[in-house]
């Protein structure tokens, strides 16, 4: 077999390790993610903060079979399918996939327009237009090497929702009990909390979007090949796709947790929505 040469990830910085798997958990947080925290928050107070438990190992089983998938394949998910199963399973799920992926870009991109409507004023149709064109040009224009690293730096700005919960009044004690000893419910309005913090949280674009980030990566890197191809890759690479699935779903779930908590009723009490007995 051929050996490849390329540079080893345990001589790589922690940070140089971290890539799709820290990309894509910040992509889960993204504006409509954050709409659906602030108002499960600010309508149930703390009582659904114990579905980050779930959330969290339930990620990073799904995101890092699916990064393992690109990397040792060398191809997207749709690309997997489309080799080993019939035209209209694939045709189906790209179908959905794109369904689903335009109204989730819509709702971002409105969302976007509206928080810059609320700081400077102004049409915020108009802004949203602006911000496609802007994020458009800059997928096709800028290289992806180039356009990654953007993107991972541009992750950190998210820990100002870990920050805010430091400068707002959280009782403490009151949020842990609730995390742990949770007031359950069978009522409708709880149960469809729930579904929507799991179905935001536990997105199909991600999958896609993992397993696609880890072969635009591999093909970037000189020496790299899929793992199919470089079996002598495979146990630096797995451990670096682990450790990257791991911090970047920690990541995930950790600003989804505090702004779920900043967001409760005496907070934020413009987004309650009358489950005062939850609050």
Not at 138 to 163: D, E, M, S
Request: net charge positive.
């Amino acid at each position: 077999m051929k050996k490849h040469t390329t540079k080893p990830a345990k001589n790589q910085s922690f940070w140089a390790r971290l890539g799709p798997g820290l990309i894509t958990g910040a992509a889960d947080d993204d504006p409509s993610g954050i709409a659906t925290y602030s108002q499960v928050g600010a309508g149930f107070g703390y009582a659904i903060l114990w579905t980050a438990f779930f959330t969290f190992p339930l990620m990073v089983g799904i995101q890092t079979v699916s990064a393992r998938i690109g990397r040792v394949t060398g191809q997207g998910i749709a690309a997997n399918i489309r080799q080993h199963y019939p035209p209209w399973l694939l045709y189906s799920i790209v179908v959905l996939l794109l369904v689903a992926n335009s109204i989730n870009i819509a709702a971002d991109i409105g969302a976007i327009g509206a928080a810059l409507k609320l700081l400077i004023g102004g049409p915020a149709h108009l802004y949203a237009i602006a911000f496609s064109l802007v994020s458009l040009v800059l997928q096709i224009v800028v290289p992806f090497p180039r356009y990654a690293p953007i993107l991972k730096a541009l992750t950190l700005a998210l820990l100002a929702y870990v920050a805010t919960v430091f400068v707002v009044k959280v009782p403490w004690s009151e949020m842990y009990y609730q995390t742990l000893m949770p007031s359950l419910s069978l009522k409708a309005d709880y149960l469809i909390a729930i579904v929507a913090v799991f179905g935001t949280a536990i997105s199909p674009y991600l999958f896609f979007w993992q397993a696609s980030q880890e072969v635009e990566d591999q093909r970037a890197a000189p020496g790299e090949e899929p793992l199919v191809k470089a079996l002598e890759q495979a146990r630096l690479q797995l451990r670096r796709i682990r450790i990257d699935t791991y911090v970047g779903m920690g990541f995930s779930n950790l600003v989804a947790f505090f702004h779920h908590a900043d967001c409760r009723c005496d907070a934020a009490p413009a987004w309650h929505y009358g489950y005062s007995n939850f609050c």
